[in-house]
């Protein structure tokens, strides 16, 4: 009979989470750090679907509103110089990132937003809306965030292109001599993407300082993770290329923290990079306003059980039983959050006169047209050879049908 010897991997993979002494050993100033971002990050998001229900978001627009914590608790320990990218859906990290940079990591939710934190988030929404005022002019709007300054090196709309991105700034920070790294945010889907693996089999070959942070939410749009691939728990991934791994309820921020805290000593020390799956739960559908259960493919009952584990929630729970803030302090904070985004709202909206009761942007604050070729290094000449084709007429009766109900019935279909 053959000799059979059990194989290990090269590289340790772990699950983390927290208990009650993690949080009693916490500094409360890190604590009241994230819940305040958590907040403003919820408050931003909310307001963009209230825009985006409005017709005021020209495009998609992925809502992050229940991911919160793995942005919030990855990035909130990071140095500015420390580079994150992300997906299409990535307003959380993005802010996360910017939020973190100008409060040089630290909040005070007695004041929790100052002028300086305001043209953040006004710039922000500037930015998805469209814009002059954005971080990218109103070029990048929601799939495209970018801000140098806080090297928030750019979200992006194809999935899984990040990691190839992220992989390359690592490569760049270890040549550099510093002692930085790099996050790459990518979700369950992009996960199954040949860049993504490939990034991870360099990065590991080469020890770059580069994490590959998996915001595993157990759906690509209407595809459950089980469709999709055997082993459900991505932070398996790492371990066909030898690097550390890690896997952790991405609904706590404080797990996500320690998990990344871990990761970077690795990252640091040029052991080469890190793998971090987190499982969040987006509380809406893919993109727009409407929960997944409007469209059949979860449930209500799915919804409601990840909803009593909002990070919000979660990290204000803690908070109040070690004393550290009281039921008035939190709606305190989501007072100012909102307030803040009031803020931010008001001075690019005007209501529309032509339309009673209806709001618009406000005209004088869209770029100027003649900027729209800005940087373009071609003219399409390559084109000129080739054929246009007009849209053959289709003469086929049409019914009026909302979009939820149309969406609604093909995932039906699909599923059925």
């Not at 691939?229 to 923290?257: E, K, Q």
């Amino acid at each position: 009979m053959a000799r059979q010897r059990r194989l290990e991997s090269t590289a340790p993979w772990v699950e983390l989470s927290t208990t009650a002494a993690d949080w009693k050993n916490a500094d409360p100033a890190l604590l009241a750090t994230m819940l305040g971002q958590l907040h403003l990050i919820r408050a931003f998001e909310e307001r963009v679907l209230e825009l985006a229900g409005e017709g005021l978001v020209h495009g998609p627009a992925h809502s992050s509103i229940g991911q919160e914590g793995g942005a919030v608790g990855s990035i909130v320990g990071l140095r500015t110089t420390d580079a994150v990218n992300g997906s299409h859906r990535g307003h959380h990290q993005f802010l996360a990132k910017a939020i973190t940079h100008v409060s040089q990591g630290k909040l005070d939710l007695t004041s929790l937003v100052d002028d300086t934190l305001q043209g953040v988030l006004q710039r922000t929404l500037a930015e998805i809306l469209g814009l002059a005022q954005g971080f990218c002019a109103g070029r990048g709007g929601s799939m495209h965030l970018q801000w140098f300054e806080a090297s928030a090196l750019g979200t992006n709309a194809i999935v899984g292109v990040g990691a190839p991105m992220a992989t390359g700034n690592a490569y760049a920070q270890k040549h550099s001599g510093t002692t930085d790294l790099t996050i790459n945010y990518f979700g369950d889907g992009a996960a199954q993407i040949g860049s993504v693996l490939e990034s991870m089999n360099l990065a590991a070959a080469w020890k770059l300082p580069v994490c590959f942070f998996v915001e595993n939410n157990f759906y690509a749009v209407a595809t459950r993770i089980e469709e999709s691939t055997a082993d459900t728990r991505l932070s398996v991934r790492g371990m066909g290329f030898g690097i550390p791994s890690w896997r952790v309820d991405g609904m706590d921020p404080l797990a996500v923290h320690l998990a990344m805290e871990q990761a970077a000593e690795v990252m640091r020390s040029g052991g080469g990079p890190a793998v971090v799956e987190a499982e969040v739960y987006r509380f809406f559908h893919h993109n727009g306003p409407y929960p997944g259960s409007a469209f059949g493919y979860r449930t209500k009952e799915e919804e409601a059980e990840w909803k009593k584990r909002d990070p919000l929630e979660r990290v204000a729970r803690e908070m109040i039983k070690l004393g550290h803030i009281d039921e008035a302090g939190v709606q305190a904070v989501r007072d100012q959050a909102l307030a803040a985004m009031d803020a931010a709202t008001e001075p690019l909206l005007e209501a529309d006169p032509e339309k009673q009761g209806k709001r618009r942007i406000r005209p004088e604050l869209w770029p100027d047209p003649d900027f729209v070729d800005v940087g373009v290094r071609g003219d399409a000449s390559e084109l000129a050879e080739l054929r246009a084709v007009e849209p053959l007429t289709d003469t086929r009766e049409r019914e009026q049908v909302k979009f939820v109900d149309a969406v609604a019935s093909v995932m039906e279909h699909r599923m059925g």
